[in-house]
């Protein structure tokens, strides 16, 4: 069977299938890395978010006496504000700094969606305390059984 040259298609250069589909993968790549940057940004929000909250109550907490802080720097820290604001902050602010600077990779993401659920384990103990504190003083509780409702809650695991 004969053709005819001028009715063949021109042969595609290998390199230019292969230019194609590298640029393709590379643009996928880019979405991807795109979106799990955007991603672990929201996700150091929300852990700067609810650390806030919890410097926030941890203060409250101990100004009303009803704070037993198991961290122990912190715990050393309490008499001083100023200075758990800022041991506090600046914990969370060189772990985000880490974390941002490897914003395209997988582990990142990983690592700030566990410290957001940890956060987040935070704030639910946080309402437990606070319900326990309020139920304590709107049942006219002794502080007595405030004591033992406080050694209770030291026995349910934290985060």
């Not at 395209?104 to 659920?117: D, G």
Request: glycine share 4%; proline share 4%.
């Amino acid at each position: 069977m004969h053709h005819n040259p001028a009715t063949l298609p021109a042969p595609v250069p290998l390199r230019a299938v292969g230019d194609v589909s590298l640029q393709a993968a590379q643009r996928a790549l880019q979405r991807v890395t795109a979106g799990r940057s955007r991603r672990v940004v929201m996700l150091l929000a929300g852990v700067w978010l609810i650390n806030i909250f919890d410097l926030t109550l941890t203060l409250l907490a101990s100004a009303d006496g009803v704070l037993h802080e198991e961290n122990p720097i912190a715990r050393a820290l309490l008499h001083n504000p100023a200075a758990l604001l800022a041991f506090k902050l600046s914990l969370v602010a060189a772990a985000t700094t880490v974390l941002f600077n490897f914003r395209r990779f997988r582990c990142a993401e990983i690592a700030c969606t566990l410290a957001l659920f940890i956060y987040a384990g935070v704030a639910i103990q946080w309402r437990l305390c606070y319900e326990m504190y309020d139920l304590a003083h709107t049942a006219n509780v002794s502080q007595v059984d405030v004591a033992r409702i406080d050694n209770l809650a030291r026995m349910v695991p934290t985060l």
